[in-house]
């Protein structure tokens, strides 16, 4: 991983996105950190696609990916590719998946042939879909965890894969052994540490302050072709910018090559 693949999830500080002089605030300050990219999620949707667009790259942010409306990339995903190209960013990711049952197996499969069918239309338009996953999908079925299922019954070129570090962990994989798994399908990685407190529970952490294995997680992401490394910290223990910096620190310091 090179330093300019780490990217700063602005759903970390969404409160702070709420309009477009806030973003344009956030998006200094997260360029005064050192991030040189942002994934686009948690932005109020009052500010118009192109308006994001000119204000991040104004103060010299790239938009790496974005996370989408799961209902509009099932039902219109060439609205989605509008938007994408708007924004003039290849990657997004089906969020979560919103409305769906997965108690029941027929709805779990509808949603996973509809993402092979909106991931189609992204690839056909010079876009790109990925499946976040949270915990849910590490449901054991009928002797098979979902995110295999997910990922046998859908093809590597419709739909790719943005793992989150923390809900793997959460769900009861490794982190490390899923980013090999998915090597070659893989574009998007969010790198959010797994953290413990004396209340016995388990907490969002900055990477590296908390027990996963960044170093053997960026290596086998690294080595799987992923493309970029996203800091995401859903609830942060002060200012979350302070918690991206210290991501951020970390990942440089210590993640990071030079070549």
Known sequence: MKTPQIAAQLYTV???????????????????????????????????????KKILTGEGLRICATHENAQLIRENPLAVVERLKTLGVVH?????????????????????????????VLRENGCVLSYHNHAIEFLRVGGEVLMDYIARAT????LKFELDTYWVQFGGGDPVEWC?????????????????????????????????NFPAIVAAADA????????????????????????????REHLSRAD
């Open 14 to 52: 969404r409160d702070f996105c709420t309009s477009a002089t806030t973003l344009a605030e956030t998006a200094k300050k997260l360029r005064a950190i050192g991030y040189e990219a942002v994934q686009v999620s948690g932005v109020s949707g009052d500010i118009p696609a192109a308006e994001i």
């Open 92 to 120: 997004t990711a089906y969020p979560y998946p919103a409305y769906v049952d997965f108690a029941d197996a027929a709805a779990v499969k509808a949603m996973v042939s509809d993402l092979e069918v909106a991931g189609g």
């Open 155 to 158: 093809s590597p070129e419709n």
């Open 180 to 212: 090999k798994k998915a090597a070659g399908r893989m574009p998007l990685l969010h790198c959010k540490d797994y953290g413990f407190g004396v209340d016995n529970q388990p907490h969002y952490a900055e990477v590296g302050h908390g027990n996963l």
């Open 224 to 251: 799987g072709g992923c493309e970029w490394f996203i800091v995401e910290q859903d609830t942060c223990p002060g200012d979350p910018f302070v918690s991206l910096e210290k991501s951020y620190r970390f990942m």
